[in-house]
């Protein structure tokens, strides 16, 4: 039931565009595995085999730390409406932080939220689709406001003060570069 692509095709990349949530998995050599949900306006697919994610800060920075150890990197979509569909891109990632001169071109393909904490360019070498049958249907509300209040509230120097207490080390304590 699974079918792989050696990259995104236009009903791939359409599908991603209209998925309010996706998923990102990475881990380092050893350690933990991370699974992360994501959600707002922060992802954009710049081709078939490139896509811009705009990391928010969180409570801490797993993917980070694990590109820096081992370069890999997989984000999944699931179709909670509609037919259905589970989309799996592979790739690696370079991760771009507000002092990196490529953080500007980044912002004008997608634009910055408070705490944005970096983008990462994501270059895609396999993509999987399978069947989704075993998802479940659920009903888009809204996205939570709560992360862009609390960073609106912490501003900038607040934000950086948390990435100093939260953000340098992955829960292994392999080191994330937030500040290299």
Known sequence: MADQFQALTESHMAFIRA??????????????????PKGQDSLAVLGPSEILWLNLTGSGNETA?????????TLMWCAFEGPPLILRAYGSALAVHPRDEDWQTCATALPPAPGARQY??????LVQTSCGYAVPFFD????RVALTR???????????EYWAKKNQRSLDGYPTGIFD
Do not use: M, P, T
């Not at 888009?140 to 996205?143: A, F, P, T, V």
């Open 120 to 125: 990462f360019r994501v270059r895609v070498d």
């Open 140 to 143: 888009y509300r809204e996205d």
């Open 150 to 160: 609390w960073a609106e509230k912490k501003g900038e120097a607040g934000v950086v």
């Open 65 to 73: 730390a694990h590109l820096l150890d081992v370069n890999r990197l």
């Open 19 to 36: 998925q309010k949530i996706f998923f990102v998995g990475s881990a380092a050599r050893d350690g933990r595995v991370n699974v992360s």
